[in-house]
């Protein structure tokens, strides 16, 4: 029995000796790893390197390069009867789109609000209960968060009955023609933005001890109060949007909930214009093929922004892994737009010339050239995107067509309000806010406008919630790197 525990024993030891001895080979040639690596960069720090980044132009828009502008109107031009705020302002590179955005393109996200609604029904128990309409799980059964399936086509042709109710749904009749028609009150669009600027303050770190490093002052544990915004639902199908003061407690306060009906207002062609036959436009603008490529209107900034967010995620989710650094599709801020629409060479017009037409008489853009000539360029109302020629930095419709949404909050002041250095103002005007304070900044003049108006420099703004048959946008993304060199774009 003893001879048999020495001889355990003896084994037990060889093998901690071995063990120890494969350890101390390893622990020697990682440092002798690290004493090569150091040998071979003479002991100086170069820093780790990721791999190289390279940013595919996104479809349908062209970079704006990093540069410098004297924004605003300088010369005096008695057309203006009014001051314009002028400064010499930067801007980083971004990408935009070159046209305004169509109907079609919106129309697209309009039919992928309305497919969700049915995906949703088609997996609720009201409507058949069908399960793979709706991910709940992963390959090996774990529990996810329940999301639609997307790769499930919609049964449109070949539908059973509760499959048919469900499809029908998102449907209504008008009552005096019989017109089956989109339910244009259905169509809510549910989106979550985490404001990281905000989350970023120093006032609004969860340490007390962190908001305030000037160390003669005394550390203050008093609560600090944050705005978020929110939204639902009700009982009666109605969207009730709130913003909601409370003391933080953490990360999820910055996360703001938005519910947006997405469906262009078609209605503003009469409503723009009392005393007008424009009845076939509100019928016919959005829904007809024949208006595919014309610029959207009639939606309002609120939709706009709602596009841009679910733009990105389109993007998102169809790239998968290799969108991680792509930057969020957004509205153009005010001073982008003007620093776009000017061109490479800080034009007063997005064209070169001084003049609103050539030599031969053809206009640059559609706008208003004449007192109740509207038709003097060539269109009545709106003109398909992209028909004149692009400006010097490939944009086109940078000066009429329709007036554009920008992301800047409209002040008098207006760039002398900011910085210097890519320019802002942003204020999301809570529901109860006084309704001065959803004046939104709107360039470019349109299609109804005269000549002063298409200037790059003028400056209008319209309510964050009203649509307008002369008012539609395009959007921008920031650039993940901007390679080009400064360049300055004159002074105007």
């Not at 440092?31 to 349908?60: I, K």
């Not at 990093?66 to 302002?89: C, M």
């Not at 038709?375 to 109302?381: A, M, N, Q, R, W």
Request: glycine share 8%; with cysteine; aromatic share 12%.
């Amino acid at each position: 029995m003893l001879t048999t525990l020495r001889k355990q024993y003896a084994r037990v030891m060889a093998l901690s000796l071995f063990t120890l001895s494969l350890f101390t080979l390893i622990a020697i040639t990682s440092c002798a790893g690290s004493t090569s690596n150091a040998m071979a960069t003479g002991g100086e720090v170069t820093g780790v390197r990721g791999s190289a980044y390279s940013e595919a132009a996104p479809f349908g828009m062209v970079a704006v390069q990093k540069g410098s502008l004297r924004v605003g109107l300088t010369e005096n031009d008695t057309l203006w009867g009014a001051g314009f705020p002028v400064r010499d302002i930067s801007v980083d590179g971004f990408w935009m789109d070159q046209t305004e955005v169509s109907n079609a393109k919106y129309r697209q996200f309009v039919y992928w609000v309305r497919d969700s609604i049915i995906r949703e029904r088609l997996a609720d128990p009201a409507y058949g209960g069908d399960e793979t309409y709706k991910i709940e799980e992963d390959r090996e059964g774990n529990p996810v968060q329940p999301h639609l399936n997307w790769a499930k086509p919609i049964p449109w042709r070949r539908a059973n009955e509760d499959e048919q109710r469900a499809i029908e749904s998102v449907y209504t009749i008008h009552p005096i023609d019989g017109t089956k028609m989109l339910d244009a009150s259905q169509m809510n669009y549910r989106y979550e933005v985490y404001d990281y600027a905000a989350a970023a303050l120093r006032r609004h770190r969860l340490n007390p001890e962190e908001r305030d490093l000037n160390t003669d002052h005394e550390v203050s544990t008093a609560e600090v109060m944050i705005s978020k915004d929110t939204a639902y639902i009700d009982d009666e199908g109605k969207i009730v949007r709130q913003t909601i003061t409370r003391p933080l407690s953490g990360p999820w306060d910055f996360l703001n909930t938005y519910i947006v009906n997405i469906y262009p207002d078609t209605t503003c062609w009469v409503n723009d214009f009392r005393n007008a036959e424009n009845e076939r436009y509100m019928r016919l603008y959005f829904s007809n093929p024949l208006y595919d490529d014309y610029p959207v209107v009639g939606v309002t900034w609120e939709q706009a922004t709602a596009f841009c967010q679910w733009r990105t995620d389109f993007l998102l989710r169809g790239m998968g892994g290799a969108a991680a650094d792509i930057q969020p599709y957004r509205l153009p801020t005010e001073i982008e737009w003007e620093y776009a629409a000017r061109g490479k060479e800080g034009n007063p017009f997005p064209w070169e010339a001084k003049e609103v037409k050539s030599d031969n008489g053809c206009y640059y853009a559609n706008f208003k050239p004449d007192r109740g000539n509207y038709t003097k360029d060539g269109s009545l109302i709106t003109s398909k995107c992209g028909i004149f020629s692009a400006n010097s930095n490939g944009l086109y419709d940078m000066a009429g067509n329709v007036a554009e949404w920008t992301s800047t909050v409209y002040v008098e002041a207006g760039v002398e309000a900011m910085s210097d250095m890519n320019p802002e103002l942003r204020y999301n005007a809570a529901l109860e806010d006084p309704y001065r304070l959803k004046k939104k900044s709107v360039r470019g003049g349109s299609w109804k406008d005269p000549e002063s108006m298409i200037r790059s420099a003028w400056r209008s703004y319209e309510y964050q919630n009203q649509p307008r048959s002369y008012i539609g946008f395009r959007c921008v993304r920031s650039m993940v790197r901007d390679a080009s060199g400064i360049k300055n774009k004159g002074k105007k």
